[in-house]
């Protein structure tokens, strides 16, 4: 059976206030789901506003998006897991990523580590997580962690396994979530840059068609998970043109890599729904995020797009 299309929105709440609005629109507009980043010690945690979500929503789903593997322990994480599962009556997700951000590791006094190092630790780490959600005694040592009897009695999770997400762009972590996980979400995003925070695009349709070649290989030939494309930018508008220039300009990067690629949503409502399919046919992508800066944007582009298909709508809808 064909896989719908699906929503999704990623949020750093500032305050409470907005934070409630965001997951309230969130759920009315039919994403699938609320996530929150996590950069420790510039961002908010993002279990305990995931918890304070659950409080005012009752569907949607809410994730971590996504956990930095290199900096969290996989029993504490494990734990705090089962507890929003508990609390959202079975709604969460685990999202988890290898972390690219330096200062998260040396403001610990940690030396930062290697590219293939944070893969690593993040396959370990998930491995370790998934295994204490379902309340197995985990006793193992490795590269990373050691576990003696390790256990997580209460709370057990509503979900058994909650839901696993992984986000990344290399080639192991691509290859990883086509053979572990329920949805990969696709960054698009390369190397990391020297300011520690952006990243290289990576959004030719060569190296598309690379990223989910990946996933599939992962897959082995099964259906492997739900392809999901992390949207950098999403906005309608009828000056489509000089909306990617500008926004080209502003990423130092040529025009012609987003005139048609699943990380920047530019045009008429009905235009990027046309994109969104034409994205689903070439690559499977049939889940999008955006982030919480492009909510309203996004949640008025739901409302245009067919969700089991992907297609647009009547263009007397648009």
């Known amino acids: 059976m064909s896989r719908p299309t699906r929503f999704g929105v990623q949020a750093n709440p500032k305050d409470l206030k907005e934070f409630r609005q965001a997951a309230k629109t969130a759920e009315a507009a039919g994403f699938y789901a609320l996530f929150v980043p996590d950069h420790p010690a510039s961002c908010v945690s993002p279990f305990v506003a995931l918890g304070a979500a659950a409080a005012v929503t009752a569907k949607i789903r809410l994730g971590t998006y996504v956990l930095n593997a290199g900096v969290h322990h996989p029993l504490q994480s494990a734990n705090d897991l089962n507890t929003l599962d508990l609390l959202s009556e079975g709604r969460a997700i685990l999202g988890v990523g290898a972390g690219h951000t330096p200062i998260e590791w040396t403001c610990r006094g940690l030396v930062y580590p290697t590219a293939q190092a944070r893969v690593d630790r993040m396959m370990k780490f998930t491995e370790h997580v998934r295994a204490l959600s379902r309340g197995d005694v985990v006793n193992a040592s490795d590269d990373h962690f050691t576990f003696n009897d390790a256990t997580i009695s209460q709370p057990a999770a509503?979900?058994?396994?909650?839901?696993?997400?992984?986000?990344?762009?290399?080639?192991?972590?691509?290859?990883?979530?086509?053979?572990?996980?329920d949805t990969v979400s696709v960054s698009g995003l390369g190397a990391t840059t020297s300011d520690?925070?952006?990243?290289?695009?990576?959004?030719?349709?060569?190296?598309?068609?690379?990223?989910?070649?990946?996933?599939?290989?992962?897959?082995?030939?099964?259906?492997?998970?739900?392809?999901?494309?992390?949207?950098?930018?999403?906005?309608?508008?009828?000056?489509?043109?000089?909306?990617?220039?500008?926004?080209?300009?502003?990423?130092?990067?040529?025009?012609?890599?987003?005139?048609?690629?699943?990380?920047?949503?530019?045009?008429?409502?009905?235009?990027?729904?046309?994109?969104?399919?034409?994205?689903?046919?070439r690559w499977g992508f049939t889940s999008f995020v955006a982030r919480g800066s492009d909510l309203v944007d996004f949640a008025s582009l739901a409302e245009h797009v067919n969700l089991s298909d992907g297609t647009a709508k009547l263009a007397s809808d648009v």
């Not at 990344?168 to 572990?180: I, Y």
């Open 196 to 281: 520690g925070h952006t990243h290289i695009p990576k959004w030719s349709h060569a190296e598309i068609d690379e990223s989910v070649a990946h996933i599939r290989m992962g897959a082995a030939g099964g259906a492997g998970p739900v392809i999901e494309a992390l949207v950098q930018c999403i906005k309608i508008t009828d000056e489509r043109q000089a909306m990617l220039d500008s926004f080209a300009r502003g990423a130092d990067i040529d025009a012609s890599l987003i005139e048609d690629n699943p990380f920047v949503l530019i045009g008429s409502a009905r235009h990027i729904a046309d994109q969104i399919a034409s994205h689903r046919e």
């Open 158 to 181: 509503c979900q058994n396994p909650v839901p696993l997400l992984v986000g990344g762009n290399g080639p192991t972590v691509l290859r990883f979530a086509g053979a572990r996980s």
